[in-house]
């Protein structure tokens, strides 16, 4: 293992697997965690999904990476020590962490149980903690967390294919909800059909909806049809399917992270239709105001959900039976994982089983 400075820090020493420049190569690294506070959750990190967010920050892509980070936003454990005053949780616990660990408590949005878009919101690695030091991801041995950023994991949920649910899950379930996607019978669009698309599918069947799937690759048609239960299936590509859509459509949810053109989605929205974009492409979308203003139609994003929400999303998936679709990897597969899912090649997301493979490698 090669020793980290910052492993003076904190108190409890950690292992994970982190990238310390640009070319994003995920290795072994020992650093430290804090001691267990008052209010804090202590657990053994058991799963940890890939997120396409990690590969951004692990080569600086968004510009913000400090290094060393370890990344991993979608991790599930079990508690090994609580803090004196926490209430909602004990050792021996299944729980989850997602992509917060952190917020100010007080503001308007905090307040509203909306602390994704706290001004002060701390995620879960690469931003400042309150003390100072840099938060670290669950591509790790173990986690700390104040108890309020902690989930509690639904007893049927299984653990590695419900990790990706703590990202892919409520990104895809708050939007459906916020914009009135919900309802039985809804006519709701879902582009794209990667990591966040094909729990998108799942999200909005179980709410009701009659489910448009958009896809530029004919080949995911079968997958769409008979994997995911979706009712429809058009390539995006194709003008005369395109066509055929318009004004058909309630909302559409836009889960694609590479650079393509919205407008045309817009045409396939009926009157008050809403678009909704979750994914992050690197470029700018262009768009009109005349498709906008002849049907009242409205743009609109989504990030994440707060914490209320996503206990609400991993409780309602349990119901369900929503799962992503998974392919469990060694953490020693990092690096690999991360060069197939920059080619889209897997089937839906990756799941880093932490807690045998770190273990192995030690």
Known sequence: MEKSSLESVHPIKAYGYAASDTSGTLAPLTFSRRATGDKDVRFKVLYCGICHSDLHWAKNEWGVTTYPVIPGHEIVGTVTEVGSKVEKFKVGDTVGVGCLVGSCRSCQSCSNDLEQYCPKMIMTYGFPYYDGTITYGGYSDHMVSDE?????WPENLPLDSGAPLLCAGVTTYSPLRHYGLDKPGTKVGVVGL???????????????????VFSTSPAKEQEALEGLKADHFI???DPEQMKAATGTLDG???TVSANHAIVMYLNLLKTDGKLV???????????????LIMGRK??????IGGLKETQEMLDFSAKHGITADVEVVPIDYLNT????????DVRYRFVIDVANSLKASN
């Open 148 to 152: 309020h950023f902690v989930l509690r």
């Open 252 to 254: 559409i949810i836009d």
């Open 277 to 291: 974009l979750v994914g992050i492409p690197e470029k700018p979308h262009e768009l009109p105001a005349f498709p």
């Open 194 to 212: 990667g990591g966040l698309g094909h729990v998108a599918v799942k999200m909005a069947k179980a709410f009701g909806a009659e489910v448009t």
């Open 298 to 303: 409205i743009v609109g994003g989504s990030n």
């Open 337 to 344: 994982a991360m060069e197939r899912l920059l080619k889209s």
């Open 235 to 237: 390539v995006s590509k």
